[in-house]
């Protein structure tokens, strides 16, 4: 009698240490819009927050080694804020014929992005991490996604940009909008990884914690 009481309370105290760890809220270690668009279709509440992190590349870093070590890093920047929390920690480049760009910032440097990328695969290179802050477990991978651009004239660049000024976005252009129709074709499992975010995979992680998603 008492060993099955005493298994019946071992059995509720670890489902209800599950549960506490189901319910851990969630952060979203960026103060990307693209990366909060995507995070919202979970459909499960977050907090956004900057982590502030120094994303120089080290020397002889491959795009692969970098953007795991920025995604963790973000994760781990916000880990004393939020100390009870999944934290969510991603970062992006974009890769081809082996030189990274990343986000252009003015028109002119976007217009020598996408010609470079003109007639070429471009391959993004995703970093994604997701901490327990809590607990310290931490689990990370690097999602790739490769398009292949058409042959595109400096007058249809322009126009692109003109048009939808991805000056902040890795590689000149935003595949959700007017992007798309630069592309001959795409190569990948998680297209949503070309905006920021590999959804796919992040709900994989999410489940590694308890998290039942949908």
Same mark, same amino acid.
């Given at each position: 009698?008492?060993?099955?009481?005493?298994?019946?309370?071992?059995?509720?105290e670890?489902?209800?240490?599950?549960?506490?760890?189901?319910?851990?809220?969630? %952060?979203? #270690?960026?103060?990307?819009?693209? =990366?909060?668009e995507?995070l919202?279709?979970?459909?499960?509440?977050?907090?956004?927050? !900057?982590?502030?992190?120094?994303?120089?590349?080290?020397?002889?870093?491959?795009?692969?080694?970098? %953007?795991?070590?920025?995604?963790?890093?973000?994760?781990? #920047?916000?880990?004393?804020?939020?100390?009870?929390?999944f934290i969510?920690?991603?970062?992006?480049?974009? %890769?081809?014929?082996?030189?990274?760009?990343?986000?252009?910032?003015?028109?002119?440097?976007?217009?020598?992005?996408?010609?470079?990328?003109s007639? =070429?695969a471009?391959?993004?290179?995703?970093?994604?991490?997701l901490?327990? !802050? #809590?607990?310290? $477990?931490?689990?990370?991978?690097?999602?790739p996604?490769?398009?292949?651009?058409?042959?595109?004239? $400096?007058?249809?660049?322009?126009r692109?940009?003109?048009?939808?000024q991805?000056?902040?976005?890795?590689?000149?252009?935003?595949?959700?909008?007017?992007g798309i129709?630069?592309? =001959? =074709?795409?190569?990948?499992?998680?297209?949503?990884?070309?905006?920021?975010?590999?959804?796919?995979?992040?709900?994989?992680?999410? $489940?590694?914690?308890?998290v039942?998603?949908?």
């Amino acid at each position: 009698m008492h060993t099955t009481e005493h298994v019946g309370l071992f059995d509720y105290e670890k489902k209800a240490r599950l549960a506490a760890r189901k319910q851990l809220p969630l %952060v979203l #270690a960026s103060s990307s819009v693209y =990366r909060q668009e995507l995070l919202q279709r979970i459909q499960i509440p977050f907090t956004a927050a !900057s982590p502030n992190i120094d994303e120089t590349a080290h020397e002889d870093e491959t795009p692969i080694q970098l %953007v795991q070590r920025l995604a963790v890093a973000k994760a781990r #920047a916000l880990q004393t804020q939020f100390p009870e929390h999944f934290i969510i920690g991603s970062d992006q480049v974009a %890769v081809c014929t082996g030189q990274i760009f990343g986000k252009p910032g003015t028109v002119e440097a976007a217009v020598k992005q996408l010609q470079h990328c003109s007639g =070429r695969a471009v391959t993004f290179y995703t970093g994604l991490a997701l901490l327990n !802050s #809590a607990t310290d $477990e931490l689990h990370a991978l690097t999602e790739p996604y490769t398009v292949y651009f058409r042959d595109l004239n $400096e007058a249809q660049i322009r126009r692109y940009i003109e048009k939808e000024q991805p000056l902040n976005c890795a590689g000149s252009f935003k595949s959700e909008g007017l992007g798309i129709t630069l592309f =001959r =074709r795409m190569k990948g499992d998680d297209p949503n990884s070309l905006i920021g975010l590999p959804l796919i995979r992040l709900v994989e992680l999410l $489940e590694r914690f308890g998290v039942e998603i949908p």
